[in-house]
């Protein structure tokens, strides 16, 4: 059975879950993502973030938007987590990315709608994200779906000056 994430949108585009024939998509779709938070990208992140998704044993799960003919026009990984004040495990949204030219038609909604469902299906309470301050036209699409919190993020580097 197929579930409302996975049905086809119009025109044949589909959300679905990463496929191991999707990966020189994915890496393209991945390179752009790394772009726009300007973060550094090699091959060596690539294939271990690519192996994380395809291994069933580990947590990262990825969604991608797919046309038809197997083009891929977003993705989205997306993770449990613990959460110690309930008790239980939530859902943590690592990163969505939809191509540029594709922004505005409801793929971003349609790709954290797919994940909601399967954090649903996996129990989680809830589904959290961050994103960057700036990124106005992500945070307009997230102001219609979600609660923005009042916790601040710290990242404490932990290479080799402490």
Not at 4 to 32: C, F, S, T
Not at 123 to 128: H, I, K, N
Not at 149 to 158: A, G, R
Request: glycine share 10%; aromatic share 10%; proline share 6%.
């Amino acid at each position: 059975m197929t579930s409302r994430a996975e049905q086809p949108i119009a025109g044949g585009i589909q959300i679905r879950d990463l496929q191991p024939q999707d990966r020189v998509a994915w890496e393209l779709l991945y390179r752009q993502y790394a772009e726009f938070y300007k973060e550094p990208m090699n091959e060596e992140i690539l294939a271990r973030t690519w192996s994380w998704l395809l291994d069933a044993q580990h947590p990262l799960q990825g969604k991608v938007v797919a046309t038809a003919n197997g083009v891929l026009l977003g993705l989205a990984h997306y993770r449990p987590f613990p959460e110690p004040l309930l008790g239980k495990e939530a859902g943590f949204l690592d990163d969505l990315f939809v191509l540029p030219e594709q922004r505005g038609g409801g793929l971003g909604r349609r790709l954290i709608e797919a994940v909601s469902q399967a954090g649903k299906e996996q129990g989680w309470p809830f589904l959290r994200w961050i994103t960057a301050q700036d990124n106005a036209q992500a945070r307009r699409l997230y102001d219609g779906l979600a609660q923005a919190t009042v916790w601040v993020t710290y990242d404490l580097s932990l290479g080799t000056a402490c």
